[in-house]
């Protein structure tokens, strides 16, 4: 099964500073998601775009969809130390199935 | 809010054992997931089901099993628990409606195996 693939493994930033974390699939997509996990935890959904979508906000979020790329990022502006985290994309399969990459662990230092 | 959760957070086990990890989730979806989460690797699925008393192999279904008696519950068996088994278990579910797949998911269970 394809499986999206993040890049960077990791990233270590500033707090105040933005943070950009980039995802490769192989395949057509319905939509691709991201989601979070602090250290230890489950994961939390963040924001969907859809495939015919190429630009998608949500508060200090911003998501970008190439699909002629077959790329996607995720970008974090004014980042705290609350976001550090891991940070994973999951692309749809179709039949209610996702595949999830590997991830980007995200430190935020104060 | 949905809400997903996971029987134990940490379980330590014995080679051989059996071992049960139940999910239940309250926002009657139809969908339901069992992965495994290692350094390196990301999230790998074992088992999905879609409805009670179905369920379909994932990436990595092998030496374990799962059941689905009721829609709130989901639940994955290591019928013989080996120390490679030794993991993080993170359970999901989601719904059909809205088209997104958006998933929920528990806060997982570490397991160790001895």
Redesign the interface.
């Known amino acids: ?1 394809q ?1 999206g693939e993040e890049d960077p493994q990791a990233l270590s930033i500033q707090e105040g500073e933005n943070a950009t974390m980039n995802c490769s699939y192989k395949t057509s997509i ?2 691709l ?1 991201w ?1 979070r996990q602090n250290s ?6 963040l924001i ?1 775009i859809r495939s015919n979508e190429r630009e998608k906000h949500s508060g200090r979020l911003r998501v970008t969809l190439d699909t002629s790329k077959k790329s996607s990022s995720l970008l974090i502006t004014a980042s705290r130390a609350a976001d550090t985290a891991s940070y ?1 994309c ?1 692309t ?1 399969e179709g ?9 980007t662990k995200l430190q935020v230092i104060p | 809010d949905v809400k ?1 959760t996971q029987s134990s957070r940490y379980l330590v086990k014995r080679t051989g054992e059996k071992v049960f990890l139940e999910c239940v989730q309250d926002m009657d979806h ?2 339901m ?1 069992w ?1 495994r989460q290692d350094p ?4 790998r ?1 074992i088992y ?1 089901s ?1 409805d009670v008393k179905m369920k379909e192999k ?2 990595i279904p092998e030496g374990y099993s799962v059941s689905r008696e009721k829609k709130e519950r989901f639940s994955l068996i290591l019928e013989s628990a080996s120390t490679n088994q030794t993991s ?1 278990y ?1 359970c ?1 579910s ?1 719904s ?1 409606t809205g088209g ?9 269970t ?1 397991l160790t195996v001895l």
Request: proline share 2%.
């Open positions: 099964s499986q319905n939509n998601q989601y230890g935890r489950g994961l939390v959904h969907l994973f999951a749809d039949y209610q199935k996702v595949t999830f990459g590997t991830g | 997903v139809e969908n997931f992965y390196g690797l990301g999230l699925l999905f879609y994932g990436d993080m993170l999901a989601s059909i997104t797949d958006t998933q929920y998911f528990g806060p997982g570490r």
